[in-house]
């Protein structure tokens, strides 16, 4: 267990339709990024926080937002989905503090789109 | 251009045996990470190793190493005495320091399956 939290697990939904992804850090760390991993794209960055900020932009859609709130976990925000946009998501935390800073992932949430 | 090359798409390795999982990377960053994460069919991301672009070891945990090449900037993971459970997707990933954001660029992935 990396102490990263997700939910929901799994969401099933409908293209137009919006959603919402939610992540928990591990305790003590101030950095979500969040990471879609699809067949044809593979594990792409999308975005980070840090302690409530956006520090770093990636491969996200217009259509997509996230924030970090002031109890650091965080939410993606995914609207007039595709069915392009179905894949897995995944919310890694670090602490941005040291020059390790390794990133552990929570264990996802696979999002279909129909 | 590709950050993380990883130029096995597939691997099979017999149970008991070691293996080795290649990763070459390309940055102009003095200063990077690179990391190995495994990810079970149950769709976890799990790091298991790290290596520092100043370590002057190799890293290693457990029945992972990785072997370190920096002049050929290679990044090779490898894992001992295969067990059964060590059947999954295996990606290589780096962070480059001077972005500051710390984000990782994954590879491909390479897939082991360990045979009994």
């Known amino acids: 267990d990396s102490g990263v939290t997700q939910t929901p697990k799994h969401l099933i939904t409908a293209t137009g339709q919006r959603v919402t992804l939610r992540c928990s850090p591990r305790?003590?760390?101030?950095?979500v990024y969040w990471y879609q991993q699809s067949l044809d794209q593979g594990l792409q960055f999308l975005i980070q926080y840090y302690n409530g900020e956006e520090r770093a932009k990636g491969n996200i859609l217009e259509r997509f937002s996230a924030q970090q709130f002031p109890d650091l976990h965080s939410e993606l925000n995914l609207s007039s989905l595709e069915l392009g946009d179905s894949a897995l998501y995944f919310c890694?935390?670090?602490?941005?503090?040291?020059?390790?800073?390794?990133?552990?992932f929570g264990p996802g949430t696979r999002l279909t789109v129909l | 251009a590709q950050k993380i090359t990883q130029t096995q798409p597939g691997m099979f390795v017999q149970e008991k045996e070691a293996v080795t999982l290649d990763c070459t990377y390309d940055?102009?960053?003095?200063?990077?990470?690179l990391f190995w994460y495994k990810q079970p069919s149950s769709g976890e991301m799990i790091f298991l190793i790290y290596q520092g672009s100043y370590d002057q070891q190799n890293a290693t945990e457990g029945r992972y190493s990785l072997n370190f090449q920096k002049a050929r900037k290679s990044a090779n993971l490898v894992i001992s005495a295969s067990q059964l459970g060590d059947s999954a997707m295996y990606f290589c990933?780096?962070?480059?320091?001077?972005?500051?954001?710390?984000?990782?660029?994954f590879g491909a992935g390479t897939t082991v399956t360990v045979r009994a």
């Open positions: 305790s003590g760390d101030l950095s």
């Open positions: 940055t102009s960053d003095p200063s990077y990470g």
């Open positions: 990933a780096m962070r480059e320091d001077m972005t500051n954001d710390y984000k990782l660029s």
């Open positions: 890694a935390s670090g602490d941005s503090g040291s020059t390790t800073d390794t990133q552990y």
